[in-house]
């Protein structure tokens, strides 16, 4: 498939270096593909040096040509940065972010929450796009490779309204080697995805690690 | 031990019918014992009938010689509920409850959350009581018999700020069969445990049942 990953930071490395491994033909979205490219990140530079294949354009020109668009960055940027990339009428729009408020340090509060969800707000802001929240539930290094977590026995979810773009990103999630994916519902199920991450951050400092997830027994 | 339950409903008959089961003294608090027992229940009514040696008495006098005293009423009351009930110095306090505004119908939306909880607004009201949040992540027969689901292979948490209260609640836990008692922190955790409640909402619906729980995988 055509796929451009929206941001250049954890979860954009992560599933942009994944997708394209898996076969995927993958363009890296960023704002400024100049100051990108000048950063002093050395993990950045040795993430462009393996994965040669995966172009770094702007977010516009990521996404023209795509199926699906990851919305991978911060999440308190999605807007923005999905604004750029518009139009996304009948793309999948993955949307991977979560919007947390470090402002007054840990806990971070959430930008959204109870009534809304990020999810549902980029799905108002593009109508004509098929908006699918996953793999906000876990670390960006869990979202491409469960089987780092007990052999990958464990869950993750989708919400949205189109059932066909939940097929394939669940396609996009089996092939990464998740093995139970949820289907919550419409994308206002979102709000359950995205309120998970309080009790996620703190198994996360209970824990010690962020390589961890939650299995739904039943 | 002298355990004290608040609430009738079916958190309530849960935890007080098998606490007793398990052979602790166990009294449970109600607003108006009369009105409780002409209420036209038919349910509250066989469960008295099977649970002789549980008294039923105002709150104040269910908790005034507990040694665990177990939140177990409307989340959106449990201020006015444990108000009746004090003092609770030195008791501990076990919250089960969820604080949900369902006024505007489904999904509810939580009457705390984010920057604060039930279990933190209980420890503020009762400074000298050692509340540990717990359970409110499964639903009432799940709590008392875990081994409803998958022979009880999942995970419940505790929050609290006195590790002793946390090993007794943690010590019945175990006594109902629970497996994996994760100590997720300090009573601000109990954030984490709460906003998990619009995820379980939505995998109730998306499961078709509420005997389901999550498994920490790690």
Redesign the interface.
Known sequence: MRIGVLGTGTAGQALAGRLSELGHDVRMGTRDVAKSLARPDEAFVAWRGEHPAVELETFAAAAVRAEVVVNAGNGNAALDILAAAAPLDGKIVLDVANALDAS?GF?P??SV???DSLGEQIQRAHPGARVVKALNTVAAHVMVHPDL??GA???VFVSGNDGEAKAVVAGLLEQFGHTDV????DI??A???E?????????M???G?A????????
């Open positions: 007054s806990p509060a959430m929450k109870d009534t977590v007990a026995d464990h869950t949820v289907d919550l519902g206002t199920t709000r359950g995805a309120m998970y991450l309080p009790l996620w951050l703190r198994l400092q209970s824990l690690t390589t961890f997830n939650i299995k739904v027994v039943r």
